[in-house]
């Protein structure tokens, strides 16, 4: 009773805060130097009073801050919050550009082993010297889709116009994730992109194999549920009919097995179109709620990590996705709220997207990203309680924001939370196969008993 209740206190903890944060842009937009530091700043112009403002802050002294990589102090905090308000015209205009991209490329996607294969090949072309267009051109001989190859003739023409790949990627918020075309841009700038090509092939190869394993340790029960369905529905509606028309003869009481059986697949068979019309409206009303409402993906999320297994898997997956993505846009030297800011875009989980919110604006408040996470002290191992987070990470975070190498812990996170996903996943192929054979030997062996339990006592029910 005490953890239903939880789960109820949660649920309205959780659509308080969604409210507060929704009244919370409104109070933001009133103050506008307050909404330097908010994560509202992507959609204010830099206005010359504001930056005059903004600057004369920097100049004042400001208590230092425990050290965090490119967060160093109060000074460097408005610097960074300057500058995320300097980069939001940038943005609006590659967004505006975008706009008024021909509709042939608004409908465009590439797949998941399309992109592996741009990135693969562009990292081995760069690798080998290869200048970008060249290494486009390769790239474009190198696909059959019609739709490809006019992509990458326009990224050609960008680049000849005098963009960069990183300013052409950008074009294409809908094609190139916004998490690597920061990658390329950082890699221009430092000189490393062949390294970050690699980095970013890594990385997708890497959820292609996460990927695979989680299809291949659901893909033989999910089919041997099929299966076991099909034929239970089949033998609903084509043998048990038949079976009892001859209990029928016979005029004697059935067991009470038997008969409910035999009414089922009484219901079933003259009722099928409405049932199988409410399942199917059922599961898209429900897929609709679920995937398309915040409230729904809320509740699905909360719903999920409630079951043993899968909610670990869910939660490892989601630190794992974060400490990699943050890791690789640190190596590649982009600022820590930056960092966060992309970061939250390829998270889909509602309640991560809100936690890496709350941390980048903590970050630029002075405050240290372990300390957000709810690691008080690290000496008396006084720590908060956190859903999202557990200790391991806050003390990793924390270790790196004193040597200064967070982008190296972070990766060591996910890798570690690869070994325990993998992990889990292997064990769970091993325990959920046999668990499935006994639900459709449940299923299957019902029917099976409903329709032989009467000849048990064929003496007295049938003459």
Known sequence: MSAFV???????????????????????????????????????????????????EIKKEAPAIPSV??????????????????????????????????AKFKWLRLSARERLFFYDQMATLVDSGVTLIDALSIVKAQN????????????????????????????FPHIFPSMQSALIEAGEKSGNLKKVFAQIVDDLESQHDFVRKVKGAMFYPLILIALALTMVTGMLIFVIPKVAK??????????????????????????YPIILGGIFGSLLLLWLFFSKTRPGRLLWEKFVNAIPVFGRISKHKNIMIFASNLGMLLQSGVLISDAFKITE????????????????????????????????????????????????????????????????????????????????????????????????AILVGSILLAVMLPFFYIGTTIH
């Open 6 to 56: 939880g789960k109820i206190r949660d649920v309205f903890s959780d659509l308080w805060l969604e409210a507060d944060l929704f009244f919370s842009k409104f109070k933001r937009k009133k103050k506008v130097p307050d909404a330097v530091i908010t994560s509202d700043t992507a959609s204010l112009k830099p206005a010359a009073p504001l930056v005059t403002a903004i600057s004369a």
């Open 69 to 102: 990589p490119k967060v160093q102090s109060a000074d460097s905090a408005r610097k960074e919050a300057l500058s995320v308000v300097a980069g939001a015209a940038v943005k609006k205009e590659k967004a505006r550009s975008a706009e008024k991209l021909p």
């Open 144 to 171: 059959k889709k019609k739709s490809l190859k006019k992509l990458y003739d326009e990224m050609i023409h960008h680049i000849n116009g005098g963009m960069s790949l990183a300013d052409t990627m950008f074009l």
């Open 246 to 271: 001859l209990y029928e003869q016979s005029g004697q009481r059935l067991p009470a097995l038997t008969q409910a059986v035999i009414d089922f697949s009484g219901f079933v068979s003259q009722k």
């Open 345 to 440: 875009k390829t998270l889909d989980n509602l309640h991560y997207k809100r936690a890496l919110a709350e941390i980048r604006h903590g970050i630029v408040m002075g405050k240290n990203v372990s300390e957000i996470m709810g690691l008080e002290d690290m000496k008396t191992q006084k720590f908060k309680e956190n859903k999202l987070f557990p200790l391991q990470v806050a003390q990793l975070i924390h270790i790196g924001e004193i040597t200064g190498t967070i982008d190296k812990m972070l990766m060591k996170i996910r890798n570690n939370y690869h070994k325990s996903i993998n992990y889990t996943l292997k064990n769970l192929s091993t325990v959920i196969e046999p668990l499935m054979i006994f639900i459709v």
